[in-house]
Every structure is written in structure tokens, then in C-alpha cells.
């Protein structure tokens, strides 16, 4: 459960926070792929998250 | 649009599309068939390829166009449905499990479940279809532009039809071939992971045409946006905060509202641990599938071919070969067609089941199930030709995004419905059906009539938020129906009473909620009983099969007539129907025909149930309630192993427990009989445990029980639970087999009479035999003193008599000290067959039996452990029995063999055998068989202790197995002597 607290925090603060990151994006000198390894980040996180849930409900 | 692109034959992209959709008929028929093995079409991964069914023609034309207004903000709908599935396991988990208990189908089934109304169904299903349309219409538009700007076609829309037509023909034959909704289509799964894999495949290679092709790889790319794109990235306006994440809660919603994603997600019935896999097998799908857009719009204005076509269309301009345009329109009607087959499917469901079947109940149709897939194979072709009208019917005027966004804000009306289902048990029906009425109005007035009908939006902003006027009509429109549909249904919830089935359905809805059903009895009895009642509703055929179905599921059998299995059983039929007619029918027929017995008596809560249940979720308990469960997991252990039987009785008679003690005690099942009534037991128990309960006390002691051929005797105690308020009564019973003790007490009874009758025997013995020795004597001296021929003979007599009375004095005193060994001997090693072979001589001496023949098969060598003269005495008693038994010319056989660690020696007669009541007193002083004068009765009580000395027993067969008469002694003597063994030593009774 303490897994599905991290998720839910994660995601909420993913919606209340996002706008403040995609501001950043289209600025010069971003790399355009900035985006998308966040992207990536957050799913090897969601697959750690998931991983330590199999372990948690062994 | 421009007709210049027009560098694809119209022959040739016919030939491309129809090529494509036979590559999918014939990928499904070898699917079908079984040419693809079920470890490749199971494959977790093709549930999450099935669920990029979330990525329709949108995430091919609609997201460029949204880049291209945008920039990043196309990523909400990526983002949102992202969200959405990385919540799995506090938001879609539960869902699932709703939907797979309750066999709820589709969105609609799952409001009507939960606020427990058929309208409710039908409302959803209704703002479904309007909202769903425009995505349909985005489907088909996409279509009829492509067609239009790759072959310059003067009618794209009849093209288009063409593909919707093969579409909903494809939907027919693979998704509609089963009757019930709640069923994993292997195949339909596998196609639409197909699609998956095409549209993926080919937005990648246009993707790294654009990265490769177009721009020299990642630092060109970057060079030209930092430098020359600078200008392009200054014309596209970033949305704001409030808009971005507004997009993000509408694709949110979309991932668990909109009719095709809920399909795949929870009808589709897959495991929970590849659900939770989607949480991040799905958002790399998404990712994947979102790289090229950007890269395909900026090699599009690198080029500066950004104004020759829509923006939504940019791809088919990537590049001057025509493969590239194939490889776009490509990608573009696996995401069309992909997602029309499964929402039409998912619609089609919902309209039959919320609409029509509402409408018309199935009363008894002859075939149900044909009439039902037919039925919805009728809907899903009205459903995408419903789409096509639509398409047709608001022109080709509108871009890409206003239909979706329409399309998404309609469906999110859903959502606060959803979220209060979930998480707020105290929502209504009247409260969800107000908010959803009041939002969906919102949102016909200000998206879709203007979509429809080209009049200027309605959008009414309410006082206080003026400040959204000159926000997108998208916005603000999503905003208030949001909002004045949350708020319209916590206030009408809040003003207006819940009846007791909705709250009852909350319960069964609420997440973490443990359901709390009640016992109530049914009327029917059996599984028999359920077929007639249900045959009215649904013909014989459909009933029987029902019925069997869901016997097969809970594994139980058509006689199980235990309440709890009943209610089970009805239980899981509506559960079957629900899947096959939606949740309002099938409750409908079931309440109608199996309607439960209305007796006066006061429902009690179900704790069977509530304690399997309990055990299902034991998973999902945290926390406070993971300690207290584990608790009540080792109260229960400590009852079911409890070494005594336990068995306990609802205040209904109903059987709530019966522990492993009992179930070995009975040889019943705990699992067969729980559940039962108390007077529907199996014998004896239904009649046992009753008697216990009109007991004015609460024990029976060593009642006599038949159990297994053999009499135990039980005792019996009792317990009441009174009920009040917070506990649920009963009566706890408990059962002790006291069978060992009775015997032991019997055999002390029996010890004593021999003790007993032994004493007496010696004092009678010794009383006579003075007198009886002094009459011989006497009788004796009359022969010399007399010669007398009638005294002489009177002498014999009285000798003779004497003789006779001596023999039994010695008889008595025999017994009186049989099993005290008097000799003071230690057991020595005594050959069976010298024993028997000198009790043989013995016997041939007396006058009587001479013509009974002998035969001795004892072997020489075999040895026991005993006195061999009182075993000498054992068988000169046992023998003379089988002599006195046999017929003149009759045999008697002693045979001895090794068995195990005892000699078994047995003595057969062929003689007139034993009675069987004889039998049973055989060895007890005083029975006998003979005539009267003839035997005292104290032989074999004589044997028996005798051998009970030599720590052997003893067993009578009449007739002995596989002769038609006569009588076999058998005797098992040890052949090692045990530690202590020294019988020398006086006994303290003695």
C-alpha cells in the first residue's frame, strides 16, 4: 500500500507540476528530446514502483 | 486542401487499404485457427499492443495538429492516459474486479449495477453514443482526407464507407461471435496488438525518415530549432497552466471512460498482474508512439512544406516518395479501423443491453443466444455507419481537435459518476443522474449541437467566473459541466435519501469495502428447481445451460441443496446473465424468478461469505486491518485444528462452522456441508445435533452414533451465543468421541463379574469338594463291603455322579484361578506343535467323539512364548469344544503359521457353527452351546483369560470364510517375550 501512496503522490504531483516543466521545453537551447527522457524516467520509475509492489505482496 | 499531392493512383491506395485489412482477415484466421501459438496470442505484451487501441486516428493527424498549434501541449493525450494506468492498482484494480465479479461489461453496466437502475444504463449509454460519435466521425474523417489529399478522389466519403463497411464486417465475424460480452476474444485481442504493431512500425520509420531523412540526425535537428525553427516555435502558443492541465484530466478520463478503452481494459477478461504491467508497458507504448510527431512536423516545415497541406496531414508530405504517404495513410487506418471495430463492439453491447433488452426483455426466445448475436452484430453496423452519417452530416469543416475534444469533454461527464462510485458510497442515484443531466446539457449546448448544427455556441458562464470569457470554447465548456456536474451530484446525494439496494451495491462498489450480504433463504431448493424457475424467463435450453454454467464455476453440485450454495448459485447466475443481457436484465429475471423466500425472519449477515471473501482480499488489507485480520485468521485456525469436534449454528439453523476434528470424526467435509441447514444434514448428525438443541440442558453424554458401520458413542455440549446489537448469535456445539472410554468402562465391568464369579467359583468349589470327596469315598468302601448286585450298581452310579461333580468342581476352580498364573514359571519357548500334538492325544483317550477325525498341520519348528501347560489347557478346551460341535465322521483341523511378530494357530471345526448372539457372549462364564449337564460355560472364559495372560488374543469366525459351516478358533500368540514380561510376579489384585 505504501507503494500505491508513492504512486498516487507521483501522479498528482506529476498534474499540479507538469505546466511548470513544459514552460521550459520550447525554450532555445533545450534539447528537443528533453521531454521525452523525462518521459522515460518516469516509466523505469512506474517500473521500480512496480517491481517493489510484486516484492511488497510476495 | 491541395489536389497537387494527388501522387497515388486511387487504384493503388484502394488496393494498399483493402490489402491491408485482408492481412488482418487472414492474421485473425490464423489466430482462430491455431496456426499462432496461444503462448505468442496470450502473450502479456499483446495486451498492452490492444491497449494502444488508445492511440486512433488522433494520435496519428490529430496530435500533429495539435503540435502544430501547441507544441508540447500534444502530449495530454499521451500524458493523461499514462496517468490514468499508472494508477492501476488504486484505480483500475478495483474497477476490474468490480467488473469481473459482477460480469459488468462496459461502463454502463457498471452505473447501472452501482446506483441500481436500468434508466442510469441507459442515460450512460446514451451520453456514450453522442459522445463517442464525434471520435468516430474524427475516424472516418481521416480517412476520407486521405484518401482525398493522396488520390485527388472527388468522393472520399464513399471510399471511406468502404473501409467502415469492411471494418464493421471484421467486428462481426471476430467480435461478436460469442453472446456474452465479458469473454476474452484471443483473436480480436491479437488483431488489434497487430494494429498496434503496424501503426507503431510505421509512425517510427516516418519518424526517423524525418530525423534521418529530412534532418542529419539529433544535433541537425537541434541546430535547425535553435536557429531557422526559432520562427516556427514563436508561432505556436504554448497552453497555458490551467489549459494544460484541463487536457490532462479530459485524456485522463478518456483512458477510463471512453467505451473502447473500457473494453479492453475490463471486459477483456485478463489477470490483474498484466493490468499492472500496462501501468508501464502502456506509457512506452504511448512514448513511442509520441516521438515522431514533433520530428514529423518539424522536417515538414524544415522543408517548407508546412502550408501545402492541413497540418494534421504533414506526414504525407515528409518526403517526395509515394511509400512514405502509403506508410502514413497506412498508420492512419490501422489507428482508424482499430479503433471503430472495438468501439462499435463496446457500443453495440451497451445498446443491446441498455436499450433494446430494456425495451424488450428476452421472454423465453427459443434461441437466445443466436437472437442476441445477431442482434448485436446488427448494432455494430449501425453503430459505425452511425459514425460514418455523423461524418457526412457535420461536413469536413471542422479540424481534428475540435471533434476530439468535443468527443473527450462529452465522456469525461462520466467521470465524476465514476470517481463517486469508487470512492464516495454516500453518492445516489438521483445525485449522479442530476450531475450527469445538468453537465451533459453544458455540454450539448456549447460543443456538440454547435458541432453539428454550425450555430454559434451556447456557453453559459456562470456569475463569479466571468474572468473564462475569453477563454476556448473547449475550456470553459469542460469547466462548468465539470463543475456543475460534480457539484449538482455531492449537494442532490447530500438533500436526497439512498434506498438500501443502492447502498447495498456502494458497499459492493466502495474500494477496500468488505461486501456484507445477507441470508437470506430462496425459494427454490435445488439446482433442478433453479432450471424450471429460470426456464420461464429463458426457454428450457438457455436456463439449463445457464444453470449448468455457473454450477461449473462454483464446482457444485446440482443436489447441493445448502442455502449458502443456493444463494451462491443464484448469485453467480446473475453474475452470467448480467454478462450476456447487462446488469438490469439479468437482475431483473433474477429477482423475478428466484425471488427469495419472504418468511418474517430477519436477515443475518452471511459470515461464510464475508470470511471467504476475506481471504480473497487479504492482499489488498493494510495496515490496522492487516493486524486484525491476522488475528482473526488464528482465532479461526485455533478452532478448525482444535482436537475436539466444533461445530457452530447460526440463529437460523443455518451451519456457520464445522472444524477438521469433526470433519474427521463424521468423514463429512467441512466444505460440503457449511452452509447447510441443520435439518438438512447428513444422518445422524441433523437429527443429533437437534436433539442437543431441544435439550433442556446443555450436554447429552455417549449418545450411540452409527458411524461408519461401527457404534461411537459422543457427547455432546452446548453453548449459546446471544445476540445483540454489535454480535451475530448462535450456538457453538461441541463433540467429543467418548467411544474408547465407554469401551474401557465396559471392559472394567466386564473384569469385575469375572473377578467376581471367579471368587465365587472358588468358595463353591471348595465348599462341595469336601463333601462330594467324602461321598466317593463312601460310594468307594460300598463296593468292598457289599456284594450286593442292585447296591453295586447303585455304588457305580453314585461314583459315576461324584465323578461328574468333581469334574466340574474342577472346573470351577479352573477358572477361579484362570489368568493367575500359579506356578510362578517364567514363559519359556513352547513348540505349537508338541502342545497341539499332546492335547490331540488327550482328547483321542476320552470315550466320546472317536469317530470325529484330527489333523495337525502345525509346522515342528514354529515356537511361542508361553506356559505350555496352560496352553496345553487352551487347546485341550478348544478342542474338545470343536469335538463336542462336529457330526460323526466330521474333521476338526489345527493349523499355525507366522504372522508378523505372533503365531496365529486357529482350531476349525465343521460342526453346526455359533449362534450370533451366542457369539457375541461366548466368553463370559456360563455360556454354552451344549446340552444342559453337558458343559459348564466356563471353557472359553477360561481361554480367553488364559491367552489374555500370554498377551495374545483371541477371535471367533462362524462360519470361518470360505466354508459354508462350522466355527474357526484362532488365537495370536507372541513369539518374543516383551520387556517385563514376568508373570511370575504377584499382581496387586491378586
Not at chain 1, 38 to 43: D, E, M, N, P, T
Not at chain 2, 540 to 557: H, M, P
Not at chain 2, 795 to 803: F, G, N, P, R, V
Not at chain 2, 826 to 848: D, G, K, M, Q, Y
Request: a negative charge; aromatic letters at 8%.
Amino acid at each position: 500500500m505504501y507503494v500505491y501512496r508513492i504512486m498516487l503522490l507521483l501522479v498528482f504531483g506529476g498534474y499540479l507540476l507538469s505546466p511548470l516543466l513544459m514552460s521550459g521545453w520550447s525554450s532555445p537551447g533545450v534539447a528537443w528530446y528533453r521531454p521525452f527522457v523525462i518521459w522515460g524516467v518516469l516509466i523505469a520509475l512506474t517500473l521500480w514502483l512496480e517491481q517493489k509492489r510484486k516484492l511488497d505482496e510476495r | 486542401m491541395s489536389a497537387e499531392l494527388a501522387n497515388m493512383p486511387l487504384v493503388h491506395l484502394l488496393a494498399l487499404g483493402s490489402g491491408y485489412l485482408l492481412v488482418l482477415f487472414l492474421f485473425a484466421l490464423a489466430v482462430e485457427r491455431g496456426w499462432i501459438g496461444r503462448g505468442l496470442t496470450r502473450h502479456p505484451a499483446v495486451y498492452t499492443l490492444a491497449l494502444g487501441v488508445y492511440a486512433s486516428a488522433w494520435a496519428i493527424y490529430g496530435s500533429l495538429e495539435l503540435t502544430a498549434s501547441s507544441g508540447y501541449g500534444y502530449l495530454a493525450y499521451y500524458l493523461g492516459v499514462a496517468g490514468a494506468f499508472l494508477l492501476a492498482p488504486v484505480l483500475l484494480v478495483p474497477i476490474q474486479r468490480m467488473t469481473r465479479t459482477y460480469q459488468l461489461a462496459s461502463l454502463a453496466d457498471l452505473f447501472a449495477f452501482r446506483f441500481r437502475s436500468r434508466w442510469v444504463g441507459t442515460l450512460i449509454t446514451v451520453v456514450s453514443l453522442l459522445a463517442v460519435l464525434p471520435l468516430l466521425a474524427l475516424q472516418v474523417q481521416t480517412l476520407g482526407d486521405s484518401i482525398h489529399l493522396l488520390t485527388g478522389s472527388t468522393s472520399p466519403g464513399r471510399w471511406a464507407l468502404a473501409f467502415c463497411a469492411l471494418s464493421a464486417l471484421f467486428a462481426m465475424l471476430f467480435g461478436a461471435r460469442h453472446s456474452r460480452l465479458h469473454a476474452r476474444h484471443d483473436t480480436l485481442l491479437a488483431v488489434i496488438a497487430f494494429e498496434s504493431v503496424v501503426k507503431l512500425g510505421a509512425m517510427l520509420m516516418l519518424g526517423a525518415v524525418a530525423l534521418f531523412g529530412v534532418f542529419d540526425g539529433s544535433a541537425d535537428l537541434q541546430a535547425w530549432l535553435d536557429g531557422p525553427g526559432q520562427l516556427h516555435q514563436a508561432a505556436i502558443s504554448q497552453p497555458d497552466a490551467a489549459h494544460w492541465r484541463t487536457l490532462l484530466l479530459l485524456f485522463f478520463a478518456a483512458a477510463l471512460l471512453m467505451p473502447h478503452m473500457f473494453h479492453i481494459t475490463f471486459a477483456e477478461t485478463l489477470s490483474r498482474r498484466t493490468l499492472l504491467q500496462a501501468s508501464w508497458t502502456l506509457p512506452l507504448f504511448l512514448l513511442l508512439m509520441a516521438i515522431p510527431v514533433p520530428l514529423i512536423l518539424w522536417a515538414a516545415q524544415a522543408q517548407g512544406h508546412d502550408q501545402a497541406v492541413a497540418s494534421a496531414y504533414l506526414a504525407f508530405v515528409l518526403a517526395d516518395t509515394p511509400w512514405v504517404g502509403a506508410l502514413a495513410f497506412l498508420a492512419g487506418l490501422a489507428a482508424a479501423s482499430g479503433t471503430m471495430i472495438i468501439i462499435s463492439l463496446a457500443l453495440s453491447g451497451m445498446i443491446l443491453n441498455h436499450v433494446l433488452l430494456v425495451a424488450h426483455p428476452p421472454e423465453a426466445q427459443p434461441n437466445l443466444y443466436r437472437w442476441l448475436r445477431w442482434l448485436r452484430r446488427a448494432l455494430i453496423a449501425a453503430v459505425i455507419l452511425g459514425g460514418w452519417l455523423f461524418y457526412r452530416l457535420i461536413g469536413v469543416h471542422h479540424d481534428l481537435t475540435t471533434l476530439g475534444l468535443t468527443a473527450f469533454v462529452g465522456m469525461a461527464q462520466c467521470l465524476p459518476g465514476l470517481l463517486a462510485l469508487l470512492y464516495w458510497p454516500g453518492a445516489n442515484r438521483k445525485g449522479m443522474v442530476s450531475g450527469l443531466t445538468v453537465g451533459t446539457l453544458v455540454w450539448l449546448a456549447g460543443l456538440w449541437l454547435p458541432l453539428l448544427t454550425g450555430l454559434p455556441a451556447l456557453v453559459i458562464v456562470p456569475p463569479g467566473l466571468e474572468g473564462l470569457a475569453g477563454e476556448p470554447t473547449w475550456y470553459v465548456v469542460a469547466l462548468v459541466s465539470l463543475a456543475a456536474n460534480s457539484l449538482t451530484l455531492i449537494l442532490v446525494s447530500l438533500a436526497t435519501p439512498t434506498s438500501v439496494g443502492e447502498r447495498a451495491a456502494a458497499e459492493a462498489c466502495s474500494v477496500d469495502a468488505v461486501i456484507r450480504p445477507k441470508r437470506l433463504p430462496l425459494l427454490a431448493a435445488t439446482g433442478a428447481d433453479f432450471k424450471r424457475h429460470l426456464a420461464r424467463a429463458l426457454g428450457d435450453k438457455v436456463a439449463e445451460r445457464e444453470v449448468e454454467r455457473a454450477l461449473t464455476d462454483l464446482g457444485l453440485s446440482p443436489l447441493d441443496g445448502r442455502p449458502y450454495a443456493l444463494r451462491r448459485l443464484r448469485d453467480r447466475i446473475q453474475a452470467n446473465l448480467s454478462g450476456l443481457m447487462g446488469p438490469s436484465v439479468a437482475q431483473d429475471i433474477v429477482d423475478r424468478y428466484l425471488p427469495y423466500r419472504h418468511g418474517g425472519e430477519e436477515a443475518t449477515d452471511d459470515i461464510h461469505f464475508v470470511e471467504s471473501r476475506l481471504e480473497a482480499y487479504r492482499s489488498r488489507l493494510t495496515g490496522l486491518a492487516r493486524e486484525l485480520d491476522g488475528l482473526r485468521r488464528y482465532h479461526r485456525r485455533i478452532l478448525a485444528r482444535l482436537p475436539v469436534g466444533l461445530c457452530t449454528l447460526g440463529v437460523d439453523d443455518e451451519l456457520l462452522m464445522w472444524n477438521d476434528a469433526l470433519a474427521e470424526l463424521s468423514g463429512i467435509d467441512g466444505t460440503s456441508v457449511v452452509g447447510a441447514r441443520r435439518d438438512g444434514l447428513p444422518a445422524p448428525w441433523g437429527e443429533l445435533l437437534g436433539r442437543l438443541l431441544a435439550e433442556p440442558g446443555d450436554h447429552l453424554y455417549k449418545q450411540p452414533v452409527e458411524l461408519d458401520g461401527t457404534t461411537r458413542y459422543l457427547t455432546l455440549h452446548r453453548a449459546e451465543l446471544p445476540a445483540d446489537d454489535d454480535l451475530r448469535g448462535g450456538t457453538v456445539i461441541l463433540i467429543e468421541d467418548h467411544s474408547e472410554l465407554k469401551w474401557l468402562e465396559d471392559e472394567l465391568v466386564h473384569a469385575a463379574r469375572l473377578a467376581s464369579i471367579g471368587q465365587l467359583a472358588a468358595g463353591v468349589a471348595h465348599e462341595i469338594g469336601n463333601p462330594i470327596t467324602g461321598i466317593s469315598s463312601l460310594a468307594q468302601n460300598l463296593r468292598y463291603d457289599t456284594d450286593d448286585p442292585q447296591l453295586l450298581e447303585s455304588a457305580e452310579q453314585i461314583q459315576q455322579l461324584t465323578d461328574r461333580v468333581s469334574r466340574i468342581v474342577s472346573s470351577l476352580v479352573g477358572f477361579a484361578h484362570g489368568g493367575r498364573h500359579v506356578s510362578g514359571s517364567r514363559f519359556t519357548p513352547v513348540a505349537i506343535a508338541s502342545v497341539t500334538e499332546e492335547a490331540l492325544h488327550l482328547i483321542r483317550l476320552a470315550r466320546s467323539g472317536e469317530d470325529v477325525r484330527y489333523r495337525n498341520f502345525c509346522p515342528p519348528d514354529l515356537e511361542v512364548i508361553g506356559d505350555a501347560q496352560r496352553l496345553q489347557q487352551v487347546m485341550i478346551n478348544l478342542l474338545s469344544n470343536a469335538r463336542d460341535a462336529s457330526e460323526p465322521d466330521g474333521a476338526v483341523s489345527i493349523a499355525a503359521e507366522r504372522d508378523g511378530d505372533m503365531v496365529l494357530v486357529s482350531v476349525t471345526d465343521e460342526g453346526h457353527g455359533l449362534d450370533a448372539h451366542v457369539r457375541d457372549h461366548l466368553f463370559e462364564p456360563f455360556t454354552t452351546t451344549k446340552p444342559p449337564g453337558e458343559g459348564t460355560g466356563l471353557g472359553l472364559p477360561l481361554v480367553y483369560s488364559i491367552i489374555a495372560e500370554h498377551h495374545g488374543r483371541i477371535e471367533i469366525d462362524s462360519p470361518p470364510p470360505g466354508q459354508a459351516r462350522g466355527t474357526r478358533i484362532s488365537l495370536w500368540l507372541p513369539t518374543e517375550r516383551e520387556d517385563g514380561d514376568t508373570t511370575d510376579e504377584p499382581d496387586s489384585d491378586r
